[in-house]
């Protein structure tokens, strides 16, 4: 079973940064992903979606330092949902994405215009996942059978 979300989007609003009792810094944050499509009529039309966003511990104070409303970012991590009860007692489910790596896209100095770097440097954190790849081997045959595709390795046992 695979749960990851990954999106590329813009900031609706500045980072909710919190600190919590245990000293653990949790950020919130919403991102807009959009949709262009034809509709009937052969007009251009966008669906802009809004995502609620996440971020833990590291993440968080990044997140305060380089991210504001209109940047633009990339980020992986899973779906989840959380059931809570609001202030006149009514139950409330949310659904949040907890975002296990960020890429700022547009640099915090140059949300309001001017040239943007989107592209990965080396100087960023690579996310988990695309840490620990290898190539395949193909055993003992003697054909070469080309370029295999990457195997990612599991740090964890999966449930199967």
Known sequence: MVNRVILIGNLGRDPEVRRLE???VVAKFSVATNENYR???????TQT???DVVVWRNLADRADKQLQKGSQVYLE?????RTWQDQDGNNRK????????????????EVDG????????ATDDMP??????????????????????????ADDDLPF
Do not use: C, I
């Open 39 to 45: 509709d009937k009529a052969g007009e251009w039309q």
């Open 114 to 121: 001017g040239h943007t770097d989107s592209y990965p440097m």
């Open 49 to 51: 979606e809004w995502h």
């Open 128 to 153: 988990h996942s695309m840490t620990k790849v290898s190539t395949a081997t193909t055993g003992n045959s003697g054909n070469d059978p080309g370029p295999q595709a990457p195997v990612q390795e």
């Open 77 to 81: 991590g899973k779906l989840t949902h």
């Open 94 to 109: 949310t659904t949040e994405v907890v975002a296990s790596y960020f890429r700022a896209l547009t640099r915090r100095d």
């Open 22 to 24: 245990n000293g653990a």
